[in-house]
Antibody, heavy 124, light 107 residues
């Protein structure tokens, strides 16, 4: 079945970086865009950016420009999200989420399959 | 940025009752690019509705979406015990944004 499996929880100090992975299975990895969405404790959802696993092109939400990097490894069907210069406000669950449509058409920016989430805690 | 405002914040209903959730956008959502998600505690969101009214794969037909422009509605015709959760709307016509959520709780 189609699934996205993310890496485990992380605890980081302010100013550090974190890299979260998301391994896809059950479908052709390079056929669907992938997004990252985060959710602070008790809060709503916030879109961070998108990567096209086929060519590796990315687009980031303005709020995260300069601090986030999304990459992919086609040999392992894995996408990565690295967030740098962490601060306490970055404490959140980070989700990878697959786009509704395949890469042969423009991304829909709606999300039909989600990973289980990775808790990132930023604390001194 | 399009701001989505969901109402009410909390809906207290009994199983078998009808739930009506509202999502209002600060500007028109192009081509009805509006989705609804369900999230239960400790779980990832689940896509219910996209394109304002199309049910995602495997979603029961008691869930329906409607609306256009700036006003959208998610209706659950008869609440089942597993439907008590938080529901988010999301627009994806421009840089995607989410509403703040409506919690449907057991009365």
């Amino acid at each position: 079945q189609v699934q996205l499996v993310q890496s485990g929880a992380e605890v980081k100090k302010p100013g550090a970086s974190v890299k979260v992975s998301c391994k896809a299975s059950g479908y052709t990895f390079t056929s669907y865009y992938m997004h990252w969405v985060r959710q602070a404790p008790g809060q709503g959802l916030e879109w961070m950016g998108i990567i096209n696993p086929s060519g590796g092109s990315t687009s980031y939400a303005q709020k995260f420009q300069g601090r986030v990097t999304m990459t992919r490894d086609t040999s392992t069907s894995t996408v990565y999200m690295e967030l740098s210069s962490l601060r306490s406000e970055d404490t959140a669950v980070y989700y990878c989420a697959r786009d509704l449509v395949p890469v042969v058409v423009p991304a829909a920016y709606a999300f039909d399959i989600w990973g289980q989430g990775t808790m990132v805690t930023v604390s001194s | 940025e399009i701001v989505l405002t969901q109402s009410p914040g909390t809906l207290s209903l009994s199983p078998g009752e009808r739930a009506t959730l509202s999502c209002r956008a600060s500007q028109s959502v192009s081509s009805s690019y509006l989705a609804w998600y369900q999230q239960k505690p400790g779980q990832a969101p689940r896509l219910l509705i996209y394109g304002a009214s199309s049910r995602a794969t495997g979603i029961p037909d008691r869930f329906s979406g409607s609306g256009s422009g700036t006003d959208f509605t998610l209706t659950i015709s008869r609440l089942e015990p597993e439907d008590f959760a938080v529901y988010y709307c999301q627009q994806y016509g421009s840089s995607p944004t989410f509403g703040q959520g409506t919690k449907v709780e057991i009365k």
